[in-house]
């Protein structure tokens, strides 16, 4: 699997504003029911995206191990899910909306999440900060439903695929905050900080 290509198999969107909404879209080459199951199984959850624990029904809480937790707002399988998403001390709304619909033979992923930003970390890193991490685990999904390995998140970045993956994909979310209307200047700044926090040079 070429995972750059598999990276730009995403339709990248942002909605700017008091809320900040990124939307991701892909076609998964799995059946609806496989694609829901790899999304809402812990066991299958910790193989290509994170440990999680709590009380995993809707109006539960859930943890993501060394990320986010929340409540579990919606659940209508095998097409919806949506959950609070919140992160550190006061991390003020955050939601995350999965929807599946079955189509040319395969699963539509759709992938919405909306938050108020604080204006510091909109301004230094625009939607990368959160899309590129958006975008590593939906290629991780990719690689799962096709019966690969999770990659190794210590070290990927150190590796030229990792680094390839991770640049194409701050490239990508600056074109999605160009299309949004940021200043150019803006938005090459914040892909360049973005791409240097998901993937710094090598210490000589």
Not at 40 to 69: C, E, I
Not at 113 to 127: D, I, K, L, N, T
Not at 146 to 165: I, M, N, P, Q, W
Not at 196 to 202: D, G, L, T, V
Request: net charge negative; aromatic share 8%.
């Amino acid at each position: 699997m070429d995972m750059v290509e598999e990276l730009l198999r995403a339709q990248r969107e942002l909605k700017d504003g008091e809320i900040k909404t990124l939307e991701l879209r892909r076609h998964y080459d799995a059946e609806i029911e496989d694609v829901w199951q790899a999304c809402t199984d812990a066991d299958r959850l910790a193989r290509w995206f994170l440990p999680v624990s709590g009380d995993l029904r809707v109006g539960g809480t859930y943890q993501l191990q060394g990320n986010a937790g929340g409540e579990i707002l919606q659940c209508e399988p095998p097409r919806l899910l949506k959950v609070s998403w919140l992160f550190g001390e006061n991390p003020g709304f955050s939601e995350v909306e999965v929807r599946l619909s079955a189509k040319d033979g395969g699963t539509l992923f759709e992938l919405r999440h909306s938050a108020v930003v604080p204006p510091e970390m909109w301004s230094g890193y625009g939607p990368g900060a959160t899309g590129v991490g958006w975008d590593l685990a939906l290629l991780g999904l990719g690689l799962h439903l096709a019966g690969g390995e999770k990659v190794d998140e210590e070290t990927f970045h150190l590796t030229a695929e990792g680094r390839r993956v991770i640049t194409t994909s701050s490239r990508a979310w600056g074109e999605a905050h160009l299309a949004a209307g940021a200043p150019a200047d803006q938005v090459a700044a914040a892909v360049a900080a973005t791409t240097a926090f998901y993937a710094p040079e090598p210490e000589s």
